[in-house]
């Protein structure tokens, strides 16, 4: 192993050499260099990993729970309490005796444990949660060739022998060897510095693990993983711990200040007005041991005071909705990167989806094809001569311009082809014509491969026939392709020069497969002159022109079943649904229509007319834009941009390597879990793991269930916050006591805090979340409906808990009991909680009459309310001692309950009281919601910039250089907004400042010859 660990790190290609170069090294690795190793041999993969390693590396283990339980202790305020209990003790013995004087200190004690443990439990379980979700974003799935096909496998899975196929975006998995391949360029700058990409061949055959494919395929020998690899070596070193916090963590740690700083001083104020009545009214010679006892006691009301001002249970509620939702969205395929995301979804009001995949099932099949002049229906398809010249020359494409697999079982049965979607749906067909995918991927040797990319939307391959004869394949989409054809090929295989009449006859093909829903793919080739083929041709541009038309399929891809509905929810919430896709203007209207996308009004606008556009005029627009069509990454990037300048707030799908600014950029990346790239999900804040647009969907709702579960929690927790402070200040003021212990205090803190957010904070999403408006940026923690709420409570319980601090004593014929101040604080003390707890079924729908409403969908909450419920009572009626309480008869009980209870029918009646809508208080209206903002491409460079690159970017697609330079300084000037003309980046399009561009024809077409047949903006 030693051996092969110095190989990957010295990187010395003459060690590779004397190991018999890559085939040698397979040998003595004992695998297949086109097979890989035998994936159905479970012991071998488990040799493999005992003696290579397993592709993991060592983390931080989670501390142990006595860790969470010191850090528990180190609260400030609970360290005072716990000294004044030490206090209450020592002096509560000295002058009651150790019988009766040690009650009072050791139950402060046993509450402070109490909530401590709670405290540590809860901060153990999300520590738990955010371990496992941490292995599942690094749990990237790949692929692998073993037994001769392509499957799916975990990265921890990877064993060295393994042979992993790369594409462009993926992340190279373990150090290796290049086997084969084309093109092949990878960003090391991750592990060298070096920023530069390379280009691996046999010459340059080192591969690193964590490193990213930037362009080109190829596969790779694996020789080293986990820590034997230098990445891994790194990871393992590397403390992940992620101190940050979220944007709404952050302001309620400031609203949780500014009420702690209230409570402050309401305890000081408690204090003093306690020291001051005990001195003057109670004081009567006492010695020195009695006044010291009786100031600590008084102290520690005045801490537990503050414990129960100062709302702690504000962030945790916060991470304990944030887990929650986490681990719930995983179960509705959402994976979450980026915790501040979960929030933010909740305020997004626009969504740039993908077509293929997201809105559509992503499993293509042809049915339509343009082939030997003529447009074939589905039936006809499959009639065609194999050894037809024409059809020779399509399969010949199809097997060599084409980086998948086709694996056909030795004992028969079902060919598995692994490619992307429109390449399996392409090779299947090729397949039912007679295609043998094999054979024809070795009757002809390779000699330069254009990958396919995003923004060229099209691949192409030069090879080599046995004879000779050198010819260049080309498929994309089908008007680019056909922009550059000069002749098509008839049924016999002849090449004939297309006239103005056949062009029609092609483009309105393409139109009628387009306006069906299919993605049209056009196949052309043309020979090469053999002495035009350089002796490098790894940088070779080989010809894209002149080139002759071979078929033209139309592939169908679904609607996903539940997009229309999903897309109808979004607009029912607010939330505006673009798509933008690189197909073809019409196929992208008609998925457009079936999903719901375009309205009557709306617009659909190709990427290389919106770019062009004048700023103003594009503002103008930009909100009735319901469809953009063959549009590149940059043209989504400069969107995104435009909608955030607009006030908006973005969220945006996308899978592939280019996609990644456009991801970071906005507000919520989406990346696409089953065909996105590495790339693409590592610049993403959630993965939807189905790529399913329904599952974006309950990402909003779950995103806007945060902020709903929170404003429930401060709801609670103010309502508590108020009524504690205002009765032990007024009691205090008046009478110089205070009716609720120490003990009973810490209670309070425990139901309100842990276990308010506990219960609050785990409630599922309601259906009517996305009936709702989004969560605008600025909007308040504390709405005026939730002010209605929190003083029509917090005056119930004041005035009930006062009549009952000064009257009760007399209204309930108490008089006569041993202890009747005694009895009476523990009726308060009852009725308090049970206020709460009542209160506590309100908060679950602040707005709603229904306060009930799917109440046994919550068992969290349910559980909460019952152990709250059963330790009251064993406070009340066993804990005597340890809370200072006394036993009440049952009717007792039933006035403390039923006067709780009053707090449900009250708040329905609240509910119809109407509140403004401008903000009550300023000063809660400061905090805003703000999404996660990084360090954005918008910080790096402007709009104008961004325009200048879609042009740019788009031009030299073309290879049009000058182009590219004309189009982009075309952009700059208009970018200032000083009128003028943008010229169409290969469209021929001049629009004057504040017009759109003409639309010559309705039917739409394709573009040809510089000539602008499509729409521009089309409604």
């Known amino acids: 192993m030693e051996q092969l660990v110095n190989l990957s790190s010295n990187a010395n290609v003459d060690d590779l050499q004397r190991m018999g170069g890559v085939r040698g090294l397979c040998a003595g690795l004992a695998v297949d260099s086109e097979m890989g190793i035998n994936g159905d041999d479970a012991e071998d993969l488990k040799r493999r990993a005992e003696a290579y390693g397993a592709n993991t590396y060592p983390k931080k283990p989670l501390p142990p729970f006595l860790w969470f339980v010191w850090q528990a202790t180190q609260d400030t305020i609970l360290i005072i309490l716990m000294c004044c209990a030490a206090l209450s003790l020592f002096f509560g013995m000295i002058a009651e005796g150790v019988h009766e004087g040690w009650h009072e200190g050791v139950a402060i004690c046993i509450a402070v444990l109490i909530v401590v443990t709670v405290t540590a439990l809860t901060d153990y379980r999300q520590a738990l949660q955010f371990q496992g979700l941490d292995a599942e974003k690094e749990d990237i799935q790949l692929k692998v060739i073993r037994g001769g096909r392509s499957q799916a496998a975990s990265i921890f899975d990877l064993v060295v022998g393994d042979i992993v196929p790369l594409a462009i975006g993926d992340q190279v998995p373990g150090d290796g060897v290049f086997i084969s391949g084309h093109s092949l360029t990878i960003d090391e700058s991750y592990m060298t510095g070096e920023s530069d990409p390379m280009h691996k061949d046999v010459y340059r055959p080192f591969l690193m693990s964590g490193c990213k494919v930037v362009d080109g395929y190829g596969t790779m020998l694996v020789t080293a993983v986990g820590t034997n690899t230098e990445w891994g070596r790194i990871m393992a070193t590397v ?323 539940g997009v229309p509905e999903a897309v109808a929810r979004c607009q029912k919430a607010g939330v505006k649904v673009r798509m933008v896709t690189g197909d073809n203007v019409l196929t992208a209207k008609a998925i457009a229509t079936e999903c719901g996308i375009l309205t009557p009004d709306g617009i659909v606008i190709e990427g290389k007319d919106f770019r062009v556009l004048p700023l103003d005029r594009m503002m103008e627009i930009i909100p009735s834009i319901d469809v953009m069509a063959r549009s590149s990454p940059t043209d989504k990037h400069l969107l995104v941009s435009m909608l955030q300048r607009m006030g908006e707030v973005v969220a945006v799908t996308g899978d592939g390597t280019n996609d990644a600014p456009a991801l970071y950029e906005a507000d919520i990346g989406l990346s696409m879990g089953l065909s996105g790239t590495e790339v693409a999900k590592e610049s993403s804040d959630i993965i939807i793991l189905d790529d399913n647009f329904a599952s974006i969907v309950r990402v909003v709702r779950w995103g806007r269930s945060v902020f709903a579960s929170i404003q429930k929690y401060i709801q609670f927790q103010l309502t508590v916050n108020i009524c504690a402070l205002s009765l032990n200040f007024i009691t205090a003021l008046t009478s110089g006591a205070v009716p609720l212990t120490t003990v009973q205090l810490l209670w309070v803190n425990l139901i309100m805090n842990t276990l308010g957010a506990l219960a609050l904070a785990t409630e599922p999403p309601t259906s009517d979340l996305l009936e709702q408006p989004p969560v605008g940026r600025t909007a308040p923690l504390i709405t005026n409906i939730m002010w209605r709420n929190i003083f029509t409570q917090a005056a119930f319980q004041l005035t009930v808990l006062m009549v009952l601090n000064y009257a009760s004593i007399s209204l309930l014929d108490i008089g006569g009991v041993a202890n009747p101040t005694q009895l009476k604080n523990t009726i308060i003390f009852n009725t308090f909680v049970f206020c709460q707890l009542f209160n506590e079924i309100n908060a679950r729908r602040p707005n709603k009459l229904n306060v009930f409403e799917r109440l046994h969908k919550s068992p969290i909450f349910i559980a909460v309310l019952c152990f709250s419920i059963t330790f009251q009572s064993l406070i009340i009626e066993v804990f005597q001692s340890f809370a200072d309480t006394t036993s009440l008869s049952w009717q007792q009980w039933l006035l403390c309950i039923g006067i709780g209870a009053i707090s449900l029918p009250l708040a329905f009646v609240a509910k119809f009281i109407p509140v403004t809508e401008a903000p009550l208080f300023d000063c809660f209206q400061r905090l805003r919601l703000r999404p996660k903002r990084r360090k954005s491409s918008r910080n790096l460079i402007t709009i104008q910039e961004l325009q200048a690159s879609a042009i740019s970017a788009a031009a030299a697609a073309t290879g049009s250089r000058a182009a590219a330079s004309s189009a982009a300084a075309a952009a700059g000037g208009k970018s200032a907004g000083n009128g003028g003309t943008a010229a169409g980046g290969g469209a021929g399009a001049v629009a004057a400042e504040g017009e759109a561009p003409a639309a010559p024809s309705a039917a739409g077409g394709a573009s040809l010859g510089g000539a602008a047949v499509q729409p521009a903006v089309s409604s």
């Open 239 to 561: 403390n992940k711990d992620d101190e940050s916090v979220t944007p709404l963590q952050a302001r309620l740690s400031r609203l949780a200040k500014a009420i702690g700083k209230v409570g402050v001083t309401v305890a000081v104020c408690v204090l003093i007005f306690l020291v001051t009545r005990y001195f003057t009214d109670t004081y009567s010679g006492q010695g020195f041991i009695d006044v010291i006892k009786e100031l600590v006691d008084e102290i520690a009301v005045a801490v537990s005071i503050v414990v129960v001002a100062i709302p702690e249970g504000l962030p945790l509620a916060v991470t304990l909705t944030l887990a929650y939702s986490m681990r719930k969205m995983m179960n509705d395929k959402a994976l979450v990167r980026n915790m501040a995301a979960c929030e933010t979804m909740g305020s997004a009001t626009a969504i740039c989806s993908d077509k293929t995949g997201t809105l559509t099932l992503n499993q293509m099949t042809v049915v339509r094809e343009w082939q030997g002049g003529e447009l074939h229906q589905p039936d006809v398809i499959n009639n065609f001569d194999p050894a037809s010249p024409l059809l020779q020359v399509i399969l010949e494409g199809v097997a060599q311009n084409s980086t998948g697999t086709v694996f056909i079982p030795p004992n028969g049965g079902e060919v598995e082809v692994s490619a992307s979607p429109t390449e399996t749906a392409i090779i299947q067909w090729a397949l039912t014509l007679g295609m043998d995918y094999n054979r024809l991927r070795h009757a002809s040797d390779i000699i330069s491969v254009e990958a396919f990319n995003s923004t060229k939307k099209r691949a192409g391959v030069v090879v080599r026939r046995t004879d000779g004869e050198v010819v260049v394949h080309w498929k994309g989409a089908a008007e680019m392709v056909l922009a550059n054809c000069e002749s098509w090929k008839d049924a016999q295989g002849n090449s004939v020069a297309f006239t103005s009449d056949k062009l029609k006859s092609v483009q309105a093909a393409i139109a009628t497969m387009a306006a069906s829903s299919l993605r049209c793919i056009a196949l052309a080739s043309s020979p090469v002159p053999l002495a035009t083929v350089p002796d490098d041709t790894e940088s070779w541009q080989f010809p894209d022109t002149s080139l002759t038309l071979l078929a033209i399929v139309g592939i169908k891809d679904p609607c996903r079943p």
